[in-house]
């Protein structure tokens, strides 16, 4: 059984570019959540996506939306990047009945904003 | 906004001794609260939690303790080894349950 899977897993991109980033949830999650982790500082919530829709948001700007699809897998995008946007991008996945704080999370893509 | 801190960046530990990792939170709201481990390259990995109407839980050679008085939470690991050398992050979540607010994190490190 699989785990969460992000891809890419490392990415250059420039100020004003815009990003992509993509995840697979663990079989038999429903809900995914986004965190955006600066070096030496702990995970920042981003969003949350359950049944296809934008459930709950952190403080983030517009610049940063996301998808869920109906397999459950989700992207983040950035738009208009920052120097500040450079961080480490976590997906976590959970299955939404158990209101857990039990999240899986991937092991990231690294943005790297020039 | 954030509200979880933790006491120390660093610790540094004998293998075989017991770690504590303290943190300490300002909001009354917060009713659940999770401990993550984090390696290096890695993502988060779910440790232990316990609710706010607990004192006390305990896992495999972990033991998570919640003083609601002073808003501060500990987790304890028992006889340390070399694999727990991580970053340790405490979590705390509001109502909803679906947003984690995560401290900056303790870098433990067991020395052989």
């Known amino acids: 059984d699989a785990g969460v899977t992000q891809s890419p897993t490392h990415l250059i991109k420039t100020r004003g570019q815009q990003v992509t980033l993509r995840c697979s949830p663990k079989s038999g999650h429903d809900t995914v959540s986004w965190y955006q982790q600066a070096l030496g500082q702990g995970p920042q919530f981003i969003f949350q996506?359950?049944?296809?829709?934008?459930?709950q948001r952190g403080n983030f700007p517009d610049r940063f939306s996301g998808h869920q699809f109906p397999n459950y897998s989700s992207e983040l995008n950035v738009n208009a990047l920052l120097l500040g946007d450079s961080a480490l991008y976590l997906c976590a996945s959970r299955p939404d009945r158990l209101n857990t704080g039990e999240l899986f999370f991937g092991e990231g893509s690294r943005l790297t904003v020039l | 906004g954030e509200s979880v801190g933790l006491h120390l960046p660093t610790l540094s530990v004998q293998e075989g001794d017991n770690s504590i990792i303290n943190c300490a939170y300002s909001n009354s709201a917060s009713d659940y609260f999770i401990w993550y481990k984090q390696e290096s390259g890695k993502g988060p990995q779910f440790i232990i939690d316990i609710r706010s109407n607990m004192d006390k839980r305990q896992g495999q050679r972990v033991t998570v303790l919640l003083n609601k008085t002073v808003k501060h939470l500990s987790l304890q690991i028992a006889a340390t080894q070399p694999g727990d050398s991580a970053v340790y992050f405490c979590a705390e979540t509001r109502r909803t349950g679906n947003q984690f607010y995560f401290g900056t994190g303790t870098s433990l490190t067991v020395i052989p």
């Open positions: 996506y359950y049944e296809e829709e934008e459930r």
